[in-house]
């Protein structure tokens, strides 16, 4: 493994700051599809229909936010945007738009989706029938803009006084081809005199979508951490991805890059090499999205040697209302087959903040 210099690590940190710039270019607002739902009660109620999973319907209105319906009391519906939609069959689904029907009933207007092809349809079928209905998550000329902070703090004062902080922070943007997700952390646990754990980073991830399902990766990472004798990581990489799936009940994407990883020690010496990688992000909701399990992470291979690592978290998260939520999450970072190896496993429970 060969050193590296502030002459290679200038191009780095130049190449983060001109992905940074295009992520700013991004960030736009993000156009609302409405719909209108028909209760069984006589209530008429306006909003964007967002998903229908476990027989609770979400819907997004602008004077209450998120509303949960069960959806054994919705007389018919009706959006004004095609949702995928699905029936107790499961053998194919609909790609359509919900016209108001009968009571106890809706006309799908669309395309079937199966196997064999698609076909275009206008059926009316009963609410009864339906399994599941997702908005899509549009490639073409539509932007969103997501944020999150997740904040875990402990205080306790005792014969040995002890802190713990966690502060997470996410924002994502897509914009017709584009989609960024630029993230950064900061960790701190301290016991008495004794710091367990201090660490910081970030990350850039920017996609380029070249169908509706695959696109073009760039991802550059950097991690400093001053208990540990791996102080620093760095890793920059490219390459392909394909995204499973991505609507409002969930999403799956993965990805293989091939890049370099550098890492500092606490000495001052350090070493890099060329290396692969493989990314995944998994999301999916349950209960008209009120209870989210996820996992997102890589696991990277130098090329030529016998250097490895992952990095990568999953939990558990229970959205209290529209913009505040409590999580869970175990998270692990380690390294081995270097110089050095660090083996750093972290848990962590608190509020989370959403936008």
């Known amino acids: 493994m060969s050193m590296p210099s502030q002459s290679r690590a200038a191009p780095i940190f130049g190449a983060l700051a001109f992905l940074f710039s295009v ?26 229909i967002l998903s229908l999973d476990n027989g609770i319907l ?71 029938s339906l399994n599941s209905m997702a908005r899509p998550k549009r490639l073409w000329g539509e932007t969103a803009v997501n944020g999150r902070l997740d904040v875990s703090a402990m205080q306790k004062t005792a014969s040995v006084d002890s802190q713990d902080l966690g502060l997470d922070f996410q924002l994502d943007t897509r914009r017709g081809v584009w989609r960024n997700s630029l993230s950064a952390a900061y960790h701190r646990s301290k016991d008495g005199d004794d710091v367990g754990t201090d660490n910081f980073g970030g990350q850039y991830v ?21 208990v540990e004798e791996v102080s620093r990581q760095v890793a920059y990489g490219t390459g392909p991805g394909y995204q499973f799936w991505d609507d409002e009940l969930g999403a799956f994407a993965l990805s293989g890059l091939l890049g370099r990883v550098e890492y500092g020690y606490d000495d001052g010496d350090s070493e890099g090499a ?27 291979r130098a090329i030529g040697g016998a250097g490895w690592g992952v990095s990568g978290q999953v939990g558990l998260r229970y959205n209290l209302n529209s913009w505040l939520s409590f999580y869970i999450k175990y998270a692990r970072d380690q390294i081995s087959g270097g110089r050095a190896s660090t083996n750093e496993s972290t848990y962590q429970t608190g509020l989370g903040l959403s936008w």
């Open 58 to 128: 979400l819907l997004k209105t602008e004077y209450g936010g998120d509303m949960r319906l069960q959806f054994e009391h919705v007389k018919t519906l009706q959006s004004d945007g095609d949702l995928i939609i699905r029936d107790q069959s499961l053998v194919h689904d609909y790609y359509a738009k919900l016209v108001r029907g009968d009571e106890g009933e809706v006309v799908l207007e669309g395309v079937q989706r199966s196997p064999a092809g698609q076909a275009e349809v206008r059926t009316q079928m009963a609410l009864s």
């Open 23 to 48: 992520f700013c270019l991004t960030v736009l607002a993000a156009p609302v599809c409405a719909g209108t739902v028909w209760m069984d009660n006589g209530d008429r109620i306006t909003g964007s």
């Open 206 to 226: 920017l996609d380029r979508f070249m169908t509706e399902k695959a696109f073009w990766q760039a991802r550059a990472r950097y991690r400093r951490d001053l």
């Open 274 to 300: 060329y290396a692969g990688a493989v990314r995944w992000n998994y999301t999916r909701y349950l209960h008209g999205k009120q209870i989210q399990l996820y996992t997102d992470g890589e696991l990277i």
